[in-house]
């Protein structure tokens, strides 16, 4: 009885042992018994201290003193610090039941008794080398001419194709409404103008008539006005498709010109060409007149 008495002796001066290495130290759990030298101790007793001993000793299973910071060394020299940064509430970081994919994020639980899990980063974000990198796309790395893209929701570029080659002949110009400027020798198939038909006795002309053919059918005499605005180049056919004749009258700020001194159709199907050579500061067009008048 004397040496089980010993026994715990040993196990309770191990444990007070380890708890006396420092304030900041790790302790054994508190013993089942707590016996005291010279006390008779029934042998279950001692055997169950020494057994809570042994297994804290050979599982690591120490109660750490609260500190601010605290460092937990394994076998393979890896080292975790958890440090308390003045938190105003206690709180735990739980590490998941089971170990994640390679690639994968621990991600918090929110505090508290939280479990925290392992989450993808998904198709954006790719582990490589060790490192943590954009996902390869389906996009072809490379430089696009003239290129057509497909960008999603996320400015995510998911396709990219050349366009039309240049250099070579057969391709179609998607857009042409606006300035452009060409190099080279261009050459274009026939050109057909557009001709459009007023029954109006009076009509001023506008910028969207230069290159077309305007035909008046009226019996009666049509006057057309000049605009001071029309670009130099424009150039616009008046018909006389009716029986009464079509004037040209200078509108303000427009001059008019005419070899023969015509101002009107000669007669019925007669047409007139109205050419803008000179239009300075784009408020003082100058007029040609020429064709079949009077």
Known sequence: MRWMSGVALIA?????????????AAQCPVLPYQLTNGQTADATQVMADYEALRTCLNT????EAPTPTRQFSGPGGGIITMQNLGATANYNFNLPATAGNAG???TSGGGGSSSTTWTSAGADLALSGGALNLGTTSVTAGSYTLSSITVDAKGRLT???????TGSAGHVLPFLDGSNSWSGTQTFGPVVGSVTTQSGTTYTLAATDCGTTIVFNNIAAVTVTTL??????????????????????????TTQHSAHSFTKTYGQYAILGLFVDVNVGGSAANFIITGDGA
Not at 12 to 24: D, F, M, Y
């Open 60 to 63: 690591g299973e120490f109660v």
């Open 228 to 253: 001071n605005s029309l670009p130099p180049g424009c150039a616009v056919a008046i018909e006389q498709r009716g029986a009464g004749q079509v004037t040209i009258a200078a509108g303000s700020g």
């Open 12 to 24: 309770t001066v191990a444990c007070s042992v380890l708890a006396g290495i420092g304030p900041a």
């Open 104 to 106: 994968d994020l621990l």
């Open 159 to 165: 396709a990219a194709a050349n366009g039309p080659a």
